[in-house]
């Protein structure tokens, strides 16, 4: 990860974990969703992911200014 890369805050619901996923995680994610790999979202939404504790939903958490 690069000094200075903006993280956003996600976390799961289920067990409480939360972790900062670095901007160029989220971008590739971004660029799977234009291309088909996933289904599309709109541009302002962020990326669902799995949370690497107990695999359930790992969401974004709403804190920065995204």
Same mark, same amino acid.
Do not use: W
């Given at each position: 990860?690069?000094?200075?890369? $903006?993280?956003?805050?996600?976390?799961? $619901?289920?067990?409480?974990?939360?972790?900062?996923?670095?901007?160029?995680?989220?971008?590739?994610?971004?660029?799977?969703?234009?291309?088909?790999?996933?289904? &599309?979202?709109?541009?302002?939404?962020? &990326?669902?992911?799995?949370? &690497?504790?107990?695999?359930? $939903?790992?969401?974004?958490? $709403?804190?920065?200014?995204?």
């Amino acid at each position: 990860m690069s000094i200075g890369q $903006k993280l956003y805050n996600y976390h799961c $619901k289920s067990c409480g974990f939360e972790k900062g996923v670095p901007e160029f995680l989220i971008e590739e994610f971004r660029m799977d969703m234009i291309f088909g790999a996933i289904a &599309p979202l709109e541009s302002n939404q962020m &990326p669902e992911l799995v949370c &690497p504790n107990c695999r359930s $939903k790992f969401e974004y958490k $709403k804190t920065d200014d995204r």
